[in-house]
């Protein structure tokens, strides 16, 4: 097995958004915000090589949104998911699988792309399976008003009508085990309705892709929650029972949304849960 870090770009949110509660004058020492009260944002992907299966883990917003749209995120930087493939020698037409931790904009909006003509959608890895699962589907499919706004149907509802669509099980225990893309899923709910982690085992490490259970380091203690949680109590015990695990178990934490740090890992001070160091994805894992 390979895994190569893909950068598809970065953008701006709002740090009050980002989270919720703690004040500015707090979170803003770990994540500096600019004069309009945005922060730095990354759009971090992987991809995972595996004997004939090549898994790109999330994809991005994608690039088919109106520039109305965007203008609401600031997009910026050189990096792109066709030339981060290309880097490590890969198009997307190589892509076998695509798995979805959810379905908001900036984790999906990568999937679809127009048609030549721009008269409709297509998916934008034609050889790939899209996985996500049954409850998260209903739920972004059927969103509730909170959520409308991230979940575009026209980066869903193209993946089902293109007969690409694929659904993992979802366990009683939490942690699904051996799923068809060959690593552990952790599933959680106080973000959004079963959002999925891959947990990965890699060069003798543990591997975890956070999605936004973690979006960046400034958001590891506890009551730092995103304002864009569903149900932020819930995100704060699934994230309590993550941290002490992955203290524990000495996991590497890959992070999508951090816009410096890479993957980090954990350490248990008086504080409680806090950052122990930080790590450039390659220099950290050799790449054969």
């Known amino acids: 097995m390979q895994i190569y870090p893909i950068q598809t770009g970065y953008f701006k949110l709002d740090g009050g958004a980002m989270f919720g509660v703690v004040p500015k004058v707090i979170w803003q020492k770990t994540n500096p915000a600019d004069a309009n009260n945005l922060i730095d944002m990354s759009l971090r992907c992987m991809l995972i090589e595996d004997g004939k299966r090549l898994i790109l883990i999330d994809n991005g917003t994608g690039d088919k949104q109106s520039e109305k749209f965007f203008s609401y995120y600031y997009p910026y930087g050189d990096e792109t998911l066709d030339n981060q493939l290309a880097k490590y020698g890969f198009h997307r037409d190589d892509i076998t699988d695509v798995f979805l931790t959810h379905l908001h904009f900036d984790h999906c909006g990568g999937s679809i792309q127009f048609n030549k003509d721009k008269t409709g959608y297509q998916p934008a890895f034609k050889n790939a399976k899209f996985w996500s699962n049954k409850d998260h589907w209903q739920w972004a499919t059927h969103p509730n008003p909170r959520e409308k ?38 599933f959680v709910d106080g973000h959004t309705d079963k959002q999925m982690i891959p947990m990965i085992n890699y060069q003798g490490k543990k591997l975890i892709f956070m999605a936004d259970l973690l979006p960046t380091v400034g958001h590891i203690p506890l009551p730092y929650v995103m304002g864009y949680d569903t149900r932020p109590l819930i995100t704060m015990s699934e994230k309590e029972k993550f941290l002490q695990k992955a203290v524990e178990n000495e996991f590497y934490l890959f992070l999508e949304h951090d816009a410096v740090h890479e993957v980090c890992t954990l350490q248990q001070t008086e504080k409680g849960v806090r950052l122990k160091e930080t790590f450039v994805f390659n220099d950290l894992f050799s790449q054969t």
């Open 149 to 186: 706004a991230s979940f575009l149907p026209e980066n869903i509802k193209p993946i089902e009508e293109s007969g690409q669509l694929h659904f993992v099980d979802i366990p009683k225990e939490g942690i699904l085990k051996n799923s068809p893309l060959g690593f552990d899923i952790l």
